[in-house]
């Protein structure tokens, strides 16, 4: 099973004027937490286990493409910058099941 949707992070919220001044950066934790609700979401329970989360580009603020594959005992994570290539995965993960 796949969850597939568009997380938006609001460029006019807040945290972005501290997190960094003039080039404003999504933090990695709301990254996370983004996943973590798209799953509470679909009804998967909660108790998990955060792994190799990996950050290949600084996200700035806006809409990013995710995907969660669903398998038996963890969830791949991605979150995708579109290009008029291809969808790139800028960030990558592991959420397992207690």
Do not use: W
Request: one cysteine or more; a positive charge; charged letters at 30%.
């Amino acid at each position: 099973m796949n969850i597939k949707g568009i997380f938006y992070f609001d460029p006019s919220d807040r945290i972005y004027a501290e997190h960094f001044p003039g080039n404003p950066v999504v933090p990695g934790s709301l990254i996370i937490h983004a996943f973590l609700k798209a799953l509470k979401k679909e009804g998967c329970s909660k108790g998990y286990i955060i792994e190799n989360f990996r950050f290949k580009e600084f996200i700035s603020p806006g809409e990013y493409n995710f995907d969660i594959e669903i398998c038996k005992d963890q969830m791949k994570c991605r979150l995708f910058r579109s290009s008029s290539d291809a969808m790139k995965p800028v960030v990558t993960g592991i959420i397992r099941k207690r």
